[in-house]
């Protein structure tokens, strides 16, 4: 039952997404979060156009989801749509993981060695699969996707509405065409890969933080010949495809919604709009880099576990083992993933800075899946004897995945929270009618007063100013 079971990466991909959905279905937030939940919620649900970088695919997929019976009020419906898409992106590591265990690790013992004369040449390894590897990728890809399904912050992006989770779908997924796509040379896994990666533009920009190392393994694979300038000219109509979302904004714009952030209804504001203009002054200004460069060091084991940070530098010592396959080597892949992403990520002074490193955490991950699969541990017949490497990862998934559960479940259990709702209220309900408010609160509140005004029609009378967007 259990060899049938990880016979396809599917069954393992449906297991951690009815999982993850089901814990972030029982702490999802009944109403608001704090920060940019009520304006987001607002401008899903009557198609206006949010802060910069406008989010475009995420405000449309959001509308659809503000409309489906699935909850009783807008905001429960989007924030299921966070659960939902935090969910998927659990479930698309597994089929990631799942690529990278089965056809880039294999081992520099493993390489065949020809003696021509006094040369030795290394003969390449033809990328063949057997059931037992099979089997033993799909465990690793469970593993991943439990780990990082309860990590903290993917965790807490999952309990209200963010764009975040839908950047931790796409993220996975980006990442499984694009090594596909090296593997197998097909036009196909081109053109999705080309395709996800303008919709997850579309969506967020640190999509870009992709661009180190997946030009690495580009360029290593297919070299830097006019030919690899070809194969990047038959990507670029699927990625502008993907990029279309981005149209929504300007044409909306010129409708004069009810939210219309920037108004990007001419080229240099739609620039200034898409590109982050407005979030420039906190951008590499190096006055806290340091500072967080050192928090996210020292936040790794509350994210995880210890169990998995231990598990990381066993990771990497095993991808140090593990030779190029087809001149791309996964540790350097890897390693561009996770550093690309934090020395971004720690430039950007803002306090709610950890969803930034989402794409360092999946690299984190796939480093504490390669630790428990350590060639010098498994390979050892005391292991062999008892254990395989599947069933090893499959019962690690549920230990680690729960005591990262238990251990984060209270942080992130936003079931009875009702501060924003509360708070929001309020402040509208107890103002005189037609009064204007001037505020700097707009994590607690001002944000939250969109929501209720104009999707709930509570107190529209009402004015209220943000100090900071004066």
Same mark, same amino acid.
């Not at 590591?93 to 065949?112: D, G, R, T």
């Not at 309020?426 to 969109?450: C, E, H, R, Y």
């Given at each position: 039952?259990?060899?049938?079971?990880?016979?396809?990466?599917?069954?393992?991909?449906?297991?951690?997404?009815?999982?993850?959905?089901?814990?972030?279905?029982?702490?999802?937030?009944?109403?608001?979060?704090?920060?940019?939940?009520?304006?987001?919620?607002?401008?899903?649900?009557?198609?206006?156009?949010?802060?910069?970088?406008?989010?475009?695919?995420?405000?449309?997929?959001?509308?659809?989801? +503000?409309?489906?019976?699935?909850?009783? $009020? !807008?905001?429960?419906?989007?924030?299921?749509?966070? /659960? =939902? %898409? &935090?969910?998927? *992106?659990?479930?698309?590591?597994?089929?990631?993981?799942?690529?990278?265990?089965?056809?880039?690790?294999?081992?520099?013992?493993?390489?065949?060695?020809?003696?021509?004369?006094?040369?030795?040449?290394?003969?390449?390894?033809?990328?063949?699969?057997?059931?037992?590897?099979?089997?033993?990728?799909?465990?690793?890809?469970?593993?991943?996707?439990?780990?990082?399904?309860?990590?903290?912050?993917?965790?807490?992006?999952?309990?209200?509405?963010?764009?975040?989770?839908?950047?931790?779908?796409?993220?996975?997924?980006?990442?499984?065409?694009?090594?596909?796509?090296?593997?197998?040379?097909?036009?196909?896994?081109?053109?999705?890969?080309?395709?996800?990666?303008?919709? +997850?533009?579309?969506?967020?920009?640190? $999509? !870009?933080?992709?661009?180190?190392?997946?030009?690495? /393994? =580009? %360029? &290593?694979?297919? *070299?830097?010949?006019?030919?690899?300038?070809?194969?990047?000219?038959?990507?670029?109509?699927?990625?502008?495809?993907?990029?279309?979302?981005?149209?929504?904004?300007?044409?909306?714009?010129?409708?004069?919604?009810?939210?219309?952030?920037?108004?990007?209804?001419?080229?240099?504001?739609?620039?200034?709009?898409?590109?982050?203009?407005?979030?420039?002054?906190?951008?590499?200004?190096?006055?806290?880099?340091?500072?967080?460069?050192?928090?996210?060091?020292?936040?790794?084991?509350?994210?995880?576990?210890?169990?998995?940070?231990?598990?990381?530098?066993?990771?990497?010592?095993?991808?140090?083992?593990?030779?190029?396959?087809?001149?791309?080597?996964?540790?350097?892949?890897?390693?561009?993933?996770?550093?690309?992403?934090?020395?971004?990520?720690?430039?950007?002074?803002?306090?709610?800075?950890?969803?930034?490193?989402?794409?360092?955490?999946?690299?984190?991950?796939?480093?504490?899946?390669?630790?428990?699969?350590?060639?010098?541990?498994?390979?050892?017949?005391?292991?062999?004897?008892?254990?395989?490497?599947?069933?090893?990862?499959?019962?690690?998934?549920?230990?680690?995945?729960?005591?990262?559960?238990?251990?984060?479940?209270?942080?992130?259990?936003?079931?009875?929270?009702?501060?924003?709702?509360?708070?929001?209220?309020?402040?509208?309900?107890?103002?005189?009618?037609?009064?204007?408010?001037?505020?700097?609160?707009?994590?607690?509140?001002?944000?939250?007063?969109?929501?209720?005004?104009?999707?709930?029609?509570?107190?529209?009378?009402?004015?209220?100013?943000?100090?900071?967007?004066?």
């Amino acid at each position: 039952m259990m060899l049938r079971f990880l016979s396809r990466p599917l069954f393992g991909a449906v297991f951690v997404f009815l999982v993850s959905f089901i814990v972030y279905m029982m702490t999802l937030a009944p109403g608001l979060g704090f920060i940019d939940a009520g304006e987001l919620a607002t401008t899903a649900s009557t198609l206006g156009i949010a802060h910069p970088t406008g989010y475009p695919l995420f405000t449309l997929i959001g509308h659809l989801f +503000s409309i489906l019976p699935i909850a009783a $009020t !807008v905001i429960g419906r989007l924030n299921i749509m966070s /659960a =939902f %898409f &935090a969910a998927m *992106g659990a479930a698309a590591c597994v089929y990631l993981v799942h690529e990278i265990h089965l056809y880039w690790l294999v081992a520099k013992s493993k390489v065949k060695v020809e003696t021509k004369g006094k040369k030795k040449e290394e003969k390449p390894v033809e990328l063949t699969t057997n059931e037992t590897k099979a089997q033993q990728a799909t465990a690793a890809g469970i593993f991943t996707g439990i780990i990082i399904a309860f990590s903290e912050t993917w965790w807490a992006n999952a309990t209200s509405i963010e764009v975040y989770p839908l950047h931790q779908f796409f993220l996975p997924v980006i990442l499984t065409f694009f090594l596909r796509m090296l593997r197998t040379d097909s036009k196909r896994d081109g053109f999705l890969f080309a395709l996800t990666l303008g919709l +997850s533009f579309s969506n967020h920009l640190t $999509t !870009v933080l992709l661009a180190p190392a997946c030009l690495y /393994a =580009f %360029f &290593a694979r297919f *070299g830097f010949s006019g030919e690899s300038w070809k194969r990047i000219g038959k990507l670029v109509l699927p990625f502008v495809l993907g990029l279309l979302p981005y149209s929504y904004l300007y044409i909306n714009a010129s409708s004069n919604p009810l939210m219309n952030w920037g108004d990007p209804s001419n080229f240099d504001s739609f620039m200034k709009h898409v590109t982050g203009g407005q979030y420039k002054v906190w951008m590499f200004t190096g006055q806290n880099a340091g500072k967080q460069f050192g928090e996210f060091w020292s936040g790794l084991p509350s994210e995880f576990s210890w169990f998995i940070v231990i598990f990381a530098v066993l990771g990497c010592i095993h991808l140090f083992t593990m030779r190029s396959i087809q001149r791309v080597n996964i540790l350097v892949f890897t390693s561009l993933l996770f550093f690309g992403c934090i020395f971004y990520g720690i430039n950007y002074d803002i306090h709610d800075i950890d969803s930034y490193f989402i794409l360092a955490y999946i690299a984190f991950a796939i480093f504490g899946t390669s630790g428990l699969t350590l060639r010098a541990v498994l390979d050892s017949k005391f292991t062999k004897k008892i254990f395989s490497v599947a069933y090893i990862l499959i019962w690690f998934a549920p230990l680690c995945g729960g005591f990262q559960m238990l251990n984060l479940y209270q942080n992130n259990d936003e079931s009875g929270n009702h501060m924003v709702d509360d708070f929001t209220t309020n402040m509208l309900q107890n103002l005189p009618k037609d009064a204007i408010v001037i505020s700097s609160a707009w994590d607690f509140w001002v944000s939250g007063s969109f929501y209720y005004q104009f999707v709930e029609k509570v107190r529209p009378d009402i004015t209220v100013i943000d100090v900071a967007l004066l």
